[in-house]
């Protein structure tokens, strides 16, 4: 009762100050042309209150440690849609393509083509430039499956330890261990809609072509551009490897991720959100929010086909993070749970406004 009474009084106060400068789609008007961009250098505001404390100081807080690599990787939602035999297949999978091997434990053809084709893209997204499947039947003979290398075994072992090295610095540059899930969400949100490009270009061509054969998320990580399958895969696969469950969810000419934080539900669109200057519109986003853009009864969740694998009815119905979509961020501070906004009424009068999130 108190988070929603505090949603309600957070979204009035908001809603009196911008006044009648939300558009239709709970965005403020347009900033003045002169108006600074903030924050977009994808760190966390500068120095923020909650950094680490410094070692020579006995008061501070001991930092916690950092980030390492995770080769295995799954999702809760992974796991409840294709099951654990399936999953037990990818790590398997895994196991062989870090020791250099080239077949790996798996009970059928069906689970190989599952395995090699929705997996590495969203959970090692390196394997799109190391290995293919083999086509044909017969991929799978007596529970073992085989597959091929795209590279030598040194360029493997090369790639491997340089996606290694990409990720966990990334990880440790945009956020820090001892960060809520919630806030690991907005720190990697806020970096990828401010550090990562929208790739045009591609987009123009996967329309006017219907496929695009080098879109992937080792692509967007690698290249700092990237469409909306490679963002959304991308962001889901950080936020695994910082330990908060996600995956993605497609609609007809769009993915983004899906998110379970504090057993809730919710959207996240990195792809809307870049370019956007740190608008908050695409986070932590119900149903209701996103049913604004797509048919809810078009999503599909994990998997680029519609669902073969029967799978519990997910749902985002939490709105406790309404009254930030109006806005933009400025920072948040992880001490006090308090979340940095701002927005501009119809003057174009910057209004600053200032959300307690504690509980996340």
Same mark, same amino acid.
């Given at each position: 009762?108190?988070?929603?009474?505090?949603?309600?009084?957070?979204?009035?106060?908001?809603?009196?100050?911008?006044?009648?400068?939300?558009?239709?789609?709970?965005?403020?008007?347009?900033?003045?042309?002169?108006?600074?961009?903030?924050?977009?250098?994808?760190?966390?505001?500068?120095?923020?209150?909650?950094?680490?404390?410094?070692?020579?100081?006995? &008061?501070?807080?001991?930092?916690?440690?950092?980030?390492? *690599?995770?080769?295995?990787?799954?999702?809760?939602?992974?796991?409840?849609?294709?099951?654990?035999? #399936?999953?037990?297949?990818?790590?398997?999978?895994?196991?062989?393509?870090?020791?250099?091997?080239?077949?790996?434990?798996?009970?059928?053809?069906?689970?190989?083509?599952?395995? #090699?084709?929705?997996? @590495?893209?969203?959970? *090692?997204?390196?394997?799109?430039?190391?290995?293919?499947?083999?086509?044909?039947?017969?991929?799978?003979?007596?529970?073992?499956?085989?597959?091929?290398?795209?590279?030598?075994?040194?360029?493997?072992?090369?790639?491997?330890?340089?996606?290694?090295?990409?990720?966990?610095?990334?990880?440790?540059?945009?956020?820090?261990?001892?960060?809520?899930? #919630?806030?690991?969400?907005?720190?990697?949100?806020?970096?990828?809609?401010?550090?990562? /490009?929208?790739?045009?270009?591609? *987009?123009?061509?996967?329309?006017?072509?219907?496929?695009?054969?080098?879109?992937?998320?080792?692509?967007?990580?690698?290249?700092?551009?990237?469409?909306?399958?490679?963002?959304?895969?991308?962001?889901?696969?950080?936020?695994?490897?910082?330990?908060?469950?996600?995956?993605?969810?497609?609609?007809?000419?769009?993915?983004?991720?899906?998110?379970?934080?504090?057993?809730?539900?919710?959207?996240?669109? @990195? /792809?809307?959100?870049?370019?956007?200057?740190?608008?908050?519109?695409?986070? #932590?986003?119900?149903?209701?929010?996103?049913?604004?853009?797509?048919? @809810?009864?078009?999503?599909?969740?994990?998997?680029?086909?519609?669902?073969?694998?029967?799978?519990?009815?997910?749902?985002?119905?939490?709105?406790?993070?309404?009254?930030?979509?109006?806005?933009?961020?400025?920072?948040?501070?992880?001490?006090?749970?308090?979340?940095? /906004?701002?927005?501009?009424?119809?003057?174009?009068?910057?209004?600053?406004?200032?959300?307690?999130?504690? &509980?996340?």
């Amino acid at each position: 009762m108190m988070k929603k009474l505090l949603s309600v009084i957070l979204c009035a106060a908001l809603l009196l100050a911008l006044a009648a400068g939300c558009a239709a789609g709970g965005k403020p008007d347009d900033r003045p042309p002169d108006a600074p961009s903030e924050n977009t250098d994808g760190k966390e505001g500068g120095e923020t209150p909650d950094g680490p404390a410094d070692p020579d100081d006995p &008061g501070g807080e001991t930092p916690s440690p950092p980030f390492t *690599f995770r080769a295995k990787l799954s999702s809760a939602y992974m796991d409840e849609v294709f099951g654990a035999p #399936m999953v037990e297949a990818w790590y398997n999978l895994v196991d062989a393509v870090l020791a250099g091997e080239d077949t790996f434990a798996c009970p059928d053809e069906d689970t190989y083509d599952w395995v #090699m084709g929705q997996f @590495p893209d969203r959970y *090692f997204p390196v394997f799109s430039v190391l290995i293919e499947k083999n086509y044909g039947d017969g991929s799978v003979v007596n529970g073992v499956a085989g597959f091929r290398y795209k590279v030598s075994q040194e360029e493997r072992a090369a790639l491997l330890a340089d996606f290694e090295t990409l990720v966990t610095e990334l990880l440790n540059e945009t956020m820090k261990p001892e960060y809520t899930d #919630m806030e690991k969400a907005l720190s990697l949100y806020r970096y990828i809609s401010s550090r990562y /490009t929208y790739d045009s270009e591609t *987009f123009e061509k996967q329309d006017r072509e219907g496929y695009v054969d080098y879109v992937s998320s080792y692509r967007f990580l690698t290249g700092d551009t990237g469409i909306c399958t490679e963002c959304a895969r991308a962001y889901s696969y950080l936020l695994l490897q910082a330990g908060v469950e996600a995956t993605t969810m497609l609609a007809p000419g769009h993915e983004w991720s899906y998110v379970r934080i504090n057993g809730n539900n919710y959207h996240v669109d @990195p /792809t809307f959100a870049m370019g956007e200057d740190g608008s908050l519109r695409y986070f #932590m986003m119900t149903d209701d929010d996103r049913q604004e853009d797509f048919a @809810p009864e078009s999503f599909v969740i994990c998997s680029n086909y519609s669902q073969e694998h029967p799978h519990p009815a997910y749902a985002a119905d939490d709105d406790f993070f309404d009254p930030i979509h109006s806005g933009y961020l400025e920072d948040f501070d992880h001490g006090t749970h308090t979340m940095h /906004t701002y927005g501009y009424n119809r003057d174009q009068v910057r209004v600053d406004v200032d959300f307690d999130y504690a &509980g996340f």
